[in-house]
């Protein structure tokens, strides 16, 4: 049964009630869901608030999902931009610069 049969406009599902529902892996679930989302006719929204997952009901959620996935975007961009200059550092040092870390 494909994962988007089991999800509805009206209740969201986390990845384990999906794993349970379906009899797939953890892994699967999120693949399938991956693939779904590449499709208009089969989008599915989620919240990084422990929610889960649904199908949209309005333009509202698909907002929502819009906006934390571009938040995300922009967290691994940053990410990024700072390995390509420690691996800038490391080229110019040819690997003997020690970095530090501080927390």
Not at 17 to 37: A, F, K, P
Not at 68 to 92: D, G, H, P, T, Y
Not at 93 to 103: H, I, M, P, R, S
């Amino acid at each position: 049964m494909s994962i988007y049969h089991l999800l509805s406009t009206t209740e969201w599902k986390t990845r384990e009630q999906l794993m349970r529902e379906s009899g797939m892996s953890d892994r699967m679930v999120r693949r399938e869901i991956n693939e779904l989302r590449k499709h208009p006719e089969t989008v599915i929204v989620s919240s990084s608030h422990g929610k889960g997952y649904k199908i949209p009901s309005s333009v509202e959620e698909i907002d929502m999902c819009l906006y934390e996935s571009m938040s995300r975007c922009k967290e691994e961009e940053e990410k990024q931009k700072v390995l390509r200059q420690a691996r800038r550092i490391f080229e110019k040092g040819k690997g003997n610069v020690q970095l530090t870390f501080g927390f």
